[in-house]
């Protein structure tokens, strides 16, 4: 095994209904993939040796190397594969080739038994995901595609070459091992890959478990290590998200959600009470922060404040989901800002005297389970040793608005 990674570009593909196929006819399928594989690189002025690839039975793992630019590789091959299988001939039983493609940049490792690494892992997250499968079930086309938040930020959205940064959509991928952002393309639908997208918007996030930042990453104590720095009572964080999905449950279901409530409350009595509490917002709730800083108040809203009904200022459930604020946004004072996930590594959130101060180091932010009775969420960003704490409200999907403390407006939001 190589000592150290070194850096590629990860491609993972998969053939729809594959396992349907006779054995021949699986043999037939495989060779027609990778000679549309081959064709599309030489199209694109690329040779399709200098990559490595695993054959997965029903798909493909590319590791492509660095020599071949991220750019070329997202425009001229991508382009020239989803062209070139809509031409592929069907079989003589009328299977006819669709491809899931998903693609991600990071670091990889080799040892005498192939490829392994936590972006290999990422990339296939992403290949197996229902935003992917979703797409290509709705879709007449026959190749969709699935950008790390990585690349599209990095490639994608300086619309390099033939690449259209708006036929990319936003999604929140979500699985038992991660939540993050990527972004959807079906080449000739674009209306297909911006319904799909939007049903994955606001998807919430539930653990912080597996975010990649900058330093050594451990869990010690349930606290999680990032270097030399630490956030304070990570199991206090994925507590909050829990109650806040029994929430949303039982605001989507509110019969239901008493009837459970009744049932439980009559057979374990106290126990059943501790139940209900969490259903219905137990007014102690809290974000430990003993830890320093000057963040005194609750980072859920304050009980007097808080009801089931909505907040006076959001116009609907959706804008109670705090899961919205993941991903990569423009603010009004062009200072990019970049929001991974509850807990997790955030970029450009730290203020002072209104003006954005990065001393250095990781930075995370945590926001509140709920809003107040003005709608806004409580934002508390952590640089070590600055910490402090924001208003945030949910103007859409696509904008927010960040107050101080004290009510000014800081800046305005709008995604990328």
């Not at 850096?7 to 495989?30: C, H, K, M, W, Y």
């Not at 290590?225 to 999905?245: E, M, R, S």
């Not at 449950?249 to 009744?262: E, F, I, Q, T």
Request: charged content about 20%.
């Amino acid at each position: 095994m190589t000592a150290h990674p070194y850096p590629a570009t990860v491609l993972v593909i998969d053939l729809r209904r594959f396992g349907g196929l006779t054995n021949p006819e699986q043999i037939v399928a495989r060779r027609q993939l990778y000679d549309l594989l081959s064709a599309a690189f030489a199209a694109s002025d690329l040779d399709w040796e200098l990559c490595s690839h695993e054959d997965r039975g029903d798909g493909v793992l590319v590791i492509v190397p660095v020599e071949v630019p991220k750019a070329v590789l997202l425009d001229s091959v991508l382009t020239e594969l989803a062209t070139r299988v809509e031409d592929a001939p069907r079989l003589a039983s009328g299977w006819s080739m669709s491809l899931r493609v998903a693609v991600h940049t990071g670091e990889v490792h080799r040892d005498e038994n192939g490829f392994v690494g936590s972006d290999i892992n990422h990339a296939f997250r992403l290949l197996d995901s229902d935003v992917l499968r979703e797409a290509l079930s709705a879709t007449d086309r026959r190749c969709a595609v699935l950008v790390s938040d990585v690349l599209y930020q990095g490639i994608v959205r300086h619309g390099y070459g033939r690449i259209e940064p708006a036929a990319f959509h936003r999604a929140v991928v979500h699985t038992k091992e991660m939540t993050t952002a990527a972004w959807l393309f079906v080449s000739g639908d674009e209306a297909t890959a911006r319904t799909v997208a939007n049903r994955h918007r606001a998807e919430p996030v539930t653990s912080v478990s597996g975010v990649r930042v900058g330093g050594a990453m451990s869990m010690e104590n349930s606290n999680l290590a990032l270097g030399d720095q630490h956030v304070g009572d990570v199991v206090g964080i994925q507590n909050a998200t829990f109650l806040q999905q029994v929430r949303t449950y039982s605001a989507r279901h509110p019969r239901l959600a008493v009837l459970v409530a009744v049932l439980v409350l009559a057979f374990l009595g106290a126990g059943g009470y501790a139940i209900y509490v969490a259903v219905g917002g137990d007014p102690a709730e809290t974000v430990d922060t003993s830890a320093g800083g000057d963040l005194t108040e609750p980072l859920v809203a304050d009980p007097s404040t808080t009801t089931d009904a909505p907040a006076p200022n959001s116009a609907s459930p959706g804008l109670r989901d705090p899961g919205i604020l993941v991903g990569s946004w423009q603010s009004s004072d062009d200072v990019a800002k970049t929001f991974s996930g509850n807990g997790g590594p955030c970029e450009g959130f730290f203020y002072s005297n209104g003006q954005a101060l990065d001393i250095g180091g990781p930075m995370t932010c945590v926001v509140s389970s709920r809003p107040d009775g003005d709608g806004r969420f409580t934002m508390r960003v952590t640089q070590q040793p600055n910490r402090a704490s924001y208003k945030v409200l949910l103007e859409s999907a696509d904008q927010v608005a960040v107050y101080g403390m004290d009510g000014a407006l800081l800046y305005r939001l709008n995604r990328f």
